[in-house]
């Protein structure tokens, strides 16, 4: 028996729409905040919840904010996601954030210009900390969009694109994530495109993690999903053990990511004397 990426894809995205859209509703209407506040990149995965937030709870209740960094996001990247908000007919605004990157880099003692990943974490977080501006501002919820497969290996910026208040499409894997939103209408030239944070020039997804997203997505749904071991894991996909056991131990090292800080249990610190 062979496992491919079309096993990975063969899901209900009918069914999958519906459900995440549900709860994008669902929580905004508990939260009783007047909508929600998206990071527009120009990639598939922002476009899809962009996309999915409109349907569920109506266009005008959806802030698009576009933050390039001159030095690094390509234009083509600003125009597909200022083409996103047009066709939706949605708000947005663009706020250019070198500026303040360079502000970063003119007062941190220690920054040198190899810097890429510390200075790329700072962009994130330069971000998040926008996103949050418009969404205590405006009395909104800000809308994460990390996918499922990102998720899993850990990549993503802690309390940068990972400092949201709700991720609705954290179930899909990236595979999943571009099929449905193509269904949904999204052009494309997004859905179809090489994932990439843009935190420094050059940077692509792939190239960084040094494994393809449908051998991510594979071996999530080999092991996670159908509970195969690693070795027949291995067998079903074809890919290599080695690479089945990197992505495993990236989501080890990743765990502190998704979890909160740890901290002691106030037995272990109080004793109350009576």
């Known amino acids: 028996m062979k496992i491919t990426i079309n096993d990975v894809t063969n899901i209900d995205y009918e069914y999958a729409r519906k459900n995440i859209e549900k709860f994008i509703k669902n929580e905004l209407e508990s939260s009783r905040k007047n909508g929600y506040v998206v990071g527009l990149s120009g990639g598939v995965d922002s476009a899809l919840t962009y996309y999915l937030a409109a349907e569920a709870v109506g ?11 001159t030095t690094t996001t390509p234009k083509e990247d600003v125009n597909d ?15 250019d954030i070198s500026p303040i990157v360079e502000v970063y880099k003119s007062t941190i ?8 990943i510390p200075l790329g974490n700072v962009r994130a977080r330069i971000r998040m900390t926008l996103l949050y501006y418009y969404a205590n501002k ?23 694109d990972g ?15 571009r099929k449905l939103a193509q269904k949904l209408g999204v052009p494309d030239n997004v859905a179809l495109k090489p994932s990439s944070p843009r935190l420094w020039v050059g940077q692509l997804a792939e190239k960084e993690l040094g494994i393809s997203y449908d051998q ?3 071996i999530i749904y080999s092991v996670i999903d159908k509970g195969y071991s690693l070795k027949e894991a291995s067998e079903m ?10 992505v495993f ?23 109350y004397l009576s």
Request: aromatic content about 6%; overall charge neutral; glycine content about 6%.
């Open 163 to 177: 400092g949201v208040d709700l991720l609705p499409i954290s179930s899909l894997l990236k595979s999943q994530v």
């Open 109 to 116: 003692p220690i920054y040198q210009e190899e810097d890429n």
């Open 216 to 218: 991510i997505d594979l």
């Open 59 to 69: 266009i005008e209740k959806v802030f698009a904010l576009i933050m390039p960094d």
């Open 249 to 271: 131990d990236m989501n080890k090292n990743s765990e502190h990511k998704r979890t909160f800080p740890k901290s002691l249990s106030t037995n272990e610190v109080i004793k």
């Open 237 to 246: 996909t074809g890919i290599s053990l080695d690479i089945i056991q990197k």
């Open 81 to 95: 996601a200022k083409d996103l908000v047009k066709r939706l007919k949605g708000q947005m605004n663009v706020i």
């Open 138 to 160: 405006m009395s909104m919820l800000v809308l994460g969009t990390g996918d499922r497969s990102e998720s899993f290996v850990g990549y993503f910026t802690k309390y940068g």
